[in-house]
């Protein structure tokens, strides 16, 4: 049966009170210790990932705002652009109106000379078939039958020749 012996009980305690010290000093203790630096690197982890949340979120801001600005510029770029756009159409439109007058007015001053010259020669040729004709009837010292008939055939050369 079962006896008990003490220096045998004394010696199981002694072996294991040497091999609980033992595990805690050597196995226990660095194991606390490993398990303490991965909890460590865990929060860090955790804060680190907390931290890069929050520049992710800053940085979604500052692209919102980066984008808002950009579309600002953008709306106000073509804007001026079309402001730009229609001074250069205005410029554009009155420099042809100008040149448009200039040319009218030359053709107007052409057209006024070319009228004065046709007149000018009209009047030279009326005045040369008025002293042709008065030359002529001068010249014959005719009956006044004789004279209309001289003035009818007159003008009817003269209008043939026109």
């Known amino acids: 049966m079962l006896e008990f012996h003490l220096p045998e009980w004394v ?3 002694l072996s294991l009170i040497i091999l609980v010290v033992v595990l805690r000093r050597f196995f226990w203790n660095p194991f606390l210790r490993i398990l303490d630096a991965r909890k460590e690197k865990i929060e860090q982890a955790g804060r680190d990932a907390l931290e890069v949340a929050a520049q992710k ?8 705002k980066t984008t808002a600005d950009l579309e600002q510029l953008t709306l106000e770029t073509v804007k001026e652009a079309r402001t730009l756009a229609g001074k250069e159409y205005d410029r554009i439109v009155e420099e042809g109106e100008g040149k ?6 030359h053709a107007h001053a052409q057209a ?3 009228h004065e010259t046709m007149l000018h020669n009209a009047t030279e040729e009326i005045l040369e078939a008025a002293l042709a004709a008065t030359g002529e009837l001068l010249e014959a010292n005719m009956s006044s039958e004789r004279n209309e008939q001289l003035i009818r055939t007159f003008i009817a050369k003269r209008s043939a020749s026109l």
């Open 57 to 64: 979120d800053n940085l979604e801001k500052d692209i919102a």
């Open 11 to 13: 010696a199981v305690a």
């Open 100 to 105: 448009a007058r200039l040319i009218i007015d």
């Open 112 to 114: 006024k000379r070319e």
